[in-house]
C-alpha cells in the first residue's frame, strides 16, 4: 500500500524534534485520511519518523479531537507532577 501526500504542516519543538500533520491519500484506492506523525531531525537534517495516527477524514472527529485536546490542556487544576492520571471513558 502506498501513501500520496496531499497537504502537510510541521509544529516544531524541543531538540530537533517535530509533529507532522498532514491530509494523505492512499493508492490505489483513493481513501483520503489524517495523519499525525512524530519524528525528529538527524544530524544531517534529514526527517525521521518514529510513530503515526491515522485519523479519518471527518470534520466532526476532527472538531471533537480538538476541543477535547483544548479541555486537557486549558484544566489549571492538573498537575504534570505528582498526580496521579485518572482516564475518563465516555
Known sequence: ????????????YGNNKFLEISKKKVEPDGNIFLSILKGYYTLEGEK??????GIPY???IV?????KMRAIVSDSTASTEDSETEVKEE
Open 1 to 12: 500500500m502506498e501513501y500520496k501526500t496531499l497537504e502537510a504542516d510541521y509544529v516544531e
Open 48 to 53: 525521521r519518523y518514529q510513530r503515526g495516527l
Open 58 to 60: 471527518d470534520k466532526e
Open 63 to 67: 472538531e471533537q479531537m480538538i476541543e
